[in-house]
């Protein structure tokens, strides 16, 4: 065993080593660094207290800290392919007769195109594109939250927006997150659309995540929730399976496709 070196030394060696690797196992710890496994995993817990990386069931992934994100219009082919089988995904979860909340963003439209067969569905939204794209459907009843308009995400936002929320209530509610953290939760890079975003989550039953896997093992500047808050996660298949197992062990539903 080598757990006489100082375990500053050995974490700063294991944060290089995740970073070049993206992730690893307690057992990769233990072979890399001839320490037992629970030392390794204190280790894993201190640089994890220490927002230093990300702890997942069995081992750690990177924590990346989530940049900026650039307006709603040059994000939209991004990650198309996981965007569409996610939005599809998540539609399919939608029955005729429900009352489902969508918020904005480019993931969350994606929800919106596949919702054009339903009968008899209200949809709540402060999104301007979902509005535009539901807006002639004789089944659908749109219901459009206003407020001040935020120009880059083309939503509505803002005290006037959070009021109507009051008001309202729905069997789902459907939102985009900018990064998911197992310590961290959900967080934004955008304080007056996090306040909206919080009065938004109280409205539903259920609260669903539509993300694609970029967004998770980072963390942006703004709290959010919990990521036990969220009842569903509907995400592609390049997330890595320990992230996966360590929310559906916070009771999280988490489909993947």
Same mark, same amino acid.
């Given at each position: 065993?080598?757990e ?31 320490i ?11 640089l994890?207290g ?7 069931h069995?081992?750690a ?44 963003g ?5 929800v ?7 009968k008899?569905? %209200?949809? @709540?939204t402060?999104?301007?594109?979902? #509005?535009?794209?539901?807006? $002639? *459907?004789?089944?659908?009843? =749109? ?8 120009k880059?995400?083309?939503?509505f936002?803002?005290?006037?927006t ?8 729905a069997?789902?509610v459907?939102?985009g ?7 961290h ?12 975003d ?25 709290h959010?929730a ?5 009842? %569903?996660? @509907?995400?592609?298949t390049?997330?890595? #399976?320990?992230?996966?197992? $360590? *929310?559906?062990?916070?009771? =999280? ?5």
């Amino acid at each position: 065993m080598n757990e006489f070196i100082p375990s500053f030394e050995r974490q700063t060696q294991i944060l290089d080593l995740l970073a070049r690797q993206g992730s690893l196992s307690v057992s990769d710890i233990v072979d890399q660094f001839s320490i037992s496994e629970a030392t390794a995993r204190r280790d894993l817990e201190t640089l994890a207290g220490e927002g230093k990386l990300q702890r997942v069931h069995g081992g750690a992934v990177s924590l990346r800290k989530a940049p900026p994100e650039p307006p709603i219009l040059q994000r939209e082919n991004w990650q198309d392919d996981e965007k569409k089988r996610i939005g599809r995904a998540a539609a399919d979860l939608i029955g005729d007769g429900e009352t489902v909340f969508l918020g904005s963003g480019t993931t969350v439209l994606e929800v919106a195109r596949n919702l054009k067969k339903r009968k008899d569905l %209200t949809v @709540i939204t402060n999104s301007l594109p979902v #509005m535009t794209t539901l807006s $002639s *459907l004789p089944e659908i009843t =749109v219901i459009a939250l206003g407020g001040l308009l935020r120009k880059s995400e083309l939503s509505f936002i803002g005290h006037i927006t959070e009021q109507s929320i009051l008001d309202l209530r729905a069997d789902k509610v459907i939102i985009g997150i900018h990064a998911i953290s197992l310590e961290h939760g959900l967080t934004n890079d955008y304080l007056p659309e996090t306040m909206t975003d919080r009065a938004i989550l109280q409205m539903g039953q259920k609260v669903l995540i539509v993300a694609d896997h970029t967004k998770f093992g980072s963390v942006s500047t703004v709290h959010v929730a919990a990521v036990e808050k969220i009842h %569903t996660i @509907i995400t592609d298949t390049h997330v890595p #399976m320990e992230f996966v197992e $360590s *929310l559906r062990a916070k009771n =999280v539903e988490v489909i993947v496709v």
